[in-house]
């Protein structure tokens, strides 16, 4: 277990002429001796596990443990010493890094078809590591949420050019890991990293030049700089890249290693913008290129998860699942395309799996076993497998709630009886935001849509709430909307995208079962006496105050969620969106009117 304090940081949005809080940053301070005992359970589990993806995927997750654990150990000697250096224990981490991307690489370029365990001297450099200290960590986003595979790095790497005599550099925390994967696909050293600091919009690097001493008077030597970015302002790879300059480095030998090929966001700075069109770029392979036709790929995992090989697989990440559920594209719900996870309609004969991303590792395994929970409670689709990232489900037929409600004391009986499950079931110790953290969300948000004074006013009614601590959280729903609920021919009610949201890259992250019954409140208009009906219900302790407390800050988050969505879309797509905003606006100035007049 994690002794924990925990964090979640807010990230400001850009939406417009509007700067709205949706994202935030999930970390966590644990034991980094409990975290290297459970990597070496892992490794030591490999040779336990026949060759094929699953292996592999374990592989991949033993690596990902491992870069999580050595990014903390670096951090801490930067939090130590204030500046980024090449310590013994980080040359020793990044040593062990390049050892198992080597091993993920032989994995991989075989077909998954290598086995047993790994080579012991890995087993012996991170039994090594000085674990003494307690470190932050967090779970990578891309690993977590969009589908970034660490073998991209690999096919990157081979395809750059670049040999051994390069210095590999990764942008913590992700980037070291990655780094690694570059390093191991060239026969580069092991990599240095560094953690660029300051506002998130113009980072900066505080680096010993030691670093790269050695590599700068070689005119040969090339610079390798990786990171899964760019972001909004793409600043930390030019924090790196001023950095090299400033120890006399010319441009013409730093090469870029990105997660995708667009330009930096619409915080990026001119200089910023004119880095990233000087420096050459070797961008990470696409998932359909990282697994191509030539070896195993998704279709093929899945055939086997289900075992129908005569399987086809169809796309329905962005919005795609719609019209198979809508026969009007007029009562299209919005889709925030943009951030919906991959997912795939696999289908053979009469039988129909939904694959969907759930992240790599640790996260995806966590989230298969969510959804094996709420299948068992009658809430969820029956989980078919996971492999290497995707959960596989039966595909459940029926019509959406919204086009099929249930009458009202149905609709309560229903919502309360799934959430004093979640309640008692899926208790957890996962950080969320504080209720700090969410009312300045709220206020933030209210400011950027309904104005200052409507802020104050929201401000003041949070001065005087007084919230009982939260100390049990849970792994909410956070998507309580109706169309997010199927209605089966028999009637039978089961809840889709239900183990997501509170391991999301969003703010809010696991909270007390309050947020979604504020959320229940919101979302279908309760009355007094049908949301007594539903706190009654529960079954357990339940803070009527922490619930009003939420509503608000359900309701700008809300806000802020559909309006960013809204401002990369077009046409109809756009449209549903803003009316989207729109609602939850409406709903945010109703509750700061009647919360005036109490």
């Known amino acids: 277990m994690d002794r924990s304090c925990t964090r979640r940081v807010a990230r400001t949005t850009k939406i417009g002429n509007r700067s709205m809080i949706v994202y935030g940053d999930n970390k966590r301070t644990q034991n980094a001796a409990q975290l290297q005992e459970t990597a070496i359970e892992l490794a030591q589990s490999l040779d336990r596990i026949p060759c094929g993806i699953r292996r592999h995927a374990a592989l991949v997750g033993l690596f990902i443990s491992a870069s999580e654990l050595v990014q903390g150990l670096a951090d801490a000697d930067f939090k130590v010493l204030g500046v980024d250096t090449n310590s013994p224990s980080q040359r020793l981490g990044a040593e062990l890094l390049v050892g198992l991307a080597a091993e993920v690489a032989r994995s991989w370029r075989s077909g998954f078809v290598v086995g047993a365990g790994?080579?012991?001297?890995?087993?012996?450099?991170?039994?090594?590591?000085?674990?003494?200290?307690?470190?932050l960590t967090g779970s990578a986003e891309g690993y977590a949420h969009y589908a970034l595979y660490p073998e991209s790095y690999l096919g990157a790497g081979r395809e750059s050019g670049l040999d051994a005599n390069t210095c590999v550099i990764g942008i913590r925390s992700i980037g070291l890991g990655l780094a690694a994967m570059v390093a191991a696909a060239i026969g580069a050293?092991?990599?240095?990293?560094?953690?660029?600091?300051?506002?998130?919009?113009?980072?900066?690097v505080n680096a010993d030049p030691r670093l790269v001493a050695a590599w700068r008077s070689e005119p040969r030597a090339r610079f390798a700089v990786v990171d899964e970015g760019p972001g909004l302002s793409g600043s930390s790879i030019h924090a790196v890249v001023a950095w090299l300059r400033k120890q006399g480095i010319d441009t013409e030998r730093i090469h870029l290693f990105p997660s995708h090929s667009g330009d930096p966001g619409a915080e990026a700075s001119p200089d910023v913008r004119e880095t990233w069109g000087r420096c050459r770029k070797q961008v990470a392979m696409t998932f359909e290129r990282t697994f191509p036709e030539s070896s195993q790929t998704l279709r093929d995992w899945v055939a086997e998860v289900v075992g129908s090989p005569k399987l086809r697989l169809t796309e329905i990440s962005g919005g795609a699942w719609r019209p198979l559920h809508y026969a009007d594209e007029r009562r299209w719900p919005p889709s925030a395309r943009g951030t919906e996870r991959r997912k795939f309609l696999a289908s053979a004969d009469q039988d129909r799996w939904l694959v969907k991303f759930v992240g790599l590792g640790k996260t995806g395994l966590r989230k298969m076993e969510a959804a094996k929970m709420l299948h068992h409670a009658g809430f969820g689709s029956q989980v078919m497998g996971f492999c290497h990232g995707f959960l596989v489900e039966r595909w459940t037929d029926g019509t959406t709630m919204d086009q099929l409600p249930l009458s009202r004391q149905r609709l309560v009986a229903a919502v309360t009886r799934y959430l004093a499950w979640r309640a008692t079931s899926l208790r957890t110790s996962e950080p969320g935001a504080s209720l700090l953290a969410l009312a300045e969300m709220a206020v933030h948000n209210a400011s950027e849509a309904l104005g200052e004074s409507q802020a104050a006013r929201l401000r003041t009614w949070f001065s005087k709430q007084t919230p009982t601590q939260v100390s049990e959280r849970v792994e909410i729903d956070g998507r309580l909307h109706p169309w997010e609920f199927l209605v089966g021919s028999d009637g039978t009610l089961i809840k889709t995208d239900a183990v997501d949201h509170c391991r999301g890259h969003d703010l809010i992250g696991c909270q007390p079962i309050e947020w979604d019954l504020a959320g229940a409140c919101v979302e279908y208009g309760l009355s007094k006496a049908e949301a007594a009906t539903l706190i009654g219900g529960m079954g357990s302790s339940v803070d009527a105050g922490l619930i009003d407390y939420f509503k608000p800050c359900y309701l700008a988050f809300q806000l802020g969620l559909w309006s960013m969505a809204a401002q990369s879309e077009n046409g109809r797509e756009r449209a549903r969106l803003e009316e989207t905003a729109n609602r939850y606006e409406a709903g945010l100035t109703q509750f700061l009117g009647q919360a005036m007049k109490v």
């Open 189 to 204: 050293p092991a990599p240095i990293s560094v953690r660029p600091i300051g506002h998130p919009f113009d980072r900066r």
């Open 118 to 135: 790994i080579d012991s001297r890995l087993l012996q450099l991170l039994a090594g590591l000085d674990c003494k200290a307690e470190i």
